[in-house]
């Protein structure tokens, strides 16, 4: 019986693992568009309904002829200044990891295509459990000075809920195992 206990505790474990690794997502920013000047796609309306964590993934998928990706600060990003960039990517298949709240302000440093639309604002609300990932990001350079509203508190509530559920169903796996076994 100690076995089974065991293996059902396990299996529990494994369930709160992969709970907890399921937050960091991974975002393609435009989807199935991809990074683009194609199409006119508005990267504001891609972004909106989405929540970003520290630990998610953002992706830009790209032609690398024709595109790159510059992350840079607010002022550069409303005025689509590409002349210092904090970061510039150019493979076409960029997976970059958020490891701090606050906006992440990225547009295609090609003459043009910024002002053209090509530009994203991630906003990142805040922190979570998950363990942070190694840094895709040099030191902050720029405080992050807005502090989130009152939706994304909400949102972030409701994450938090979801995690606490799902430690409860990890605990009640494990008293079942336990109670099974003492049963026995
Ligand atoms: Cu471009």
Not at 43 to 48: E, G, N, Q, S, T
Not at 75 to 88: E, F, Q
Request: aromatic share 10%.
């Amino acid at each position: 019986m100690a076995s089974v206990t065991k293996a059902v505790a396990l299996l529990a474990t494994a369930t709160l693992f992969a709970l907890q690794v399921s937050y960091a997502a991974v975002h393609k920013v435009g989807d199935s568009a991809g990074w683009t000047t194609i199409g006119n796609i508005d990267y504001k309306i891609w972004a909106a309904p989405k929540t970003f964590q520290v630990g998610d993934i953002i992706r830009f998928e790209y032609n690398p002829q024709f595109h790159n990706v510059m992350r840079v600060t607010h002022s550069m990003y409303r005025a689509c200044n590409a002349s210092a960039p904090l970061a510039t990517y150019t493979t076409g298949n960029d997976s970059i990891t958020i490891t701090r709240k606050g906006h992440h302000y990225f547009f295609c440093g090609v003459p043009g295509h910024c002002q053209a639309g090509q530009k994203v604002d991630i906003n990142v609300l805040r922190t979570t459990a998950t363990a942070p990932t190694p840094s895709a990001f040099p030191p902050p350079s720029v405080p992050a000075t807005k502090a989130p509203g009152p939706s994304s508190s909400t949102a972030a509530s409701l994450r938090d809920s979801n995690s606490i559920t799902g430690i409860l169903i990890g605990l009640a796996m494990i008293v079942f195992a336990v109670f099974s076994s003492t049963a026995a």
